[in-house]
Nanobody, 124 residues
Framework: QVQLVESGGGLVQARGSLRLSCAAS????????MGWFRQAPGKEREFVAA????????NYADSVKGRFTISRDNAKNTVYLQMNSLKPEDTAVYYC?????????????????WGQGTQVTVST
């Protein structure tokens, strides 16, 4: 069982930056590939980025490539999402997710555990 707690969301102006964090419980954090997803009002939850257990492989949605960076610190059981050049269309609730022994999948159904989400609002 893994518990995930996101933090770092907030209100930011367009072209600004935010860094989201996701703290995980448990001693085997490196066994889990980690992903970030987001859900805007009235829309489906969509993939943002994922990182392998070792941190050696990453995967990004086309909409965030070059602007967002996913990273992890296995010693701190934490995964990060650095978001730069934010746009109003990035406004959503951002969720952290974990899948054991998995690849950097973009499919939300591949993830076993989810956090409660953190709101990111980008103003014009």
């Amino acid at each position: 069982q893994v518990q995930l707690v996101e933090s770092g969301g907030g209100l930011v102006q367009a072209r600004g930056s935010l860094r989201l964090s996701c703290a995980a419980s448990g001693r085997t954090f490196s066994w889990y590939a980690m992903g970030w997803f987001r859900q805007a009002p009235g829309k489906e939850r969509e993939f943002v980025a994922a990182i392998s257990g070792s941190g050696g492989a990453t995967n990004y949605a086309d909409s965030v490539k070059g602007r967002f960076t996913i990273s992890r610190d296995n010693a701190k059981n934490t995964v990060y999402l650095q978001m730069n050049s934010l746009k109003p269309e990035d406004t959503a609730v951002y969720y952290c997710a974990a899948r054991i022994f998995g690849s950097t999948s973009a499919a939300k159904n591949d993830y076993n555990y989810w956090g409660q989400g953190t709101q990111v609002t980008v103003s014009t």
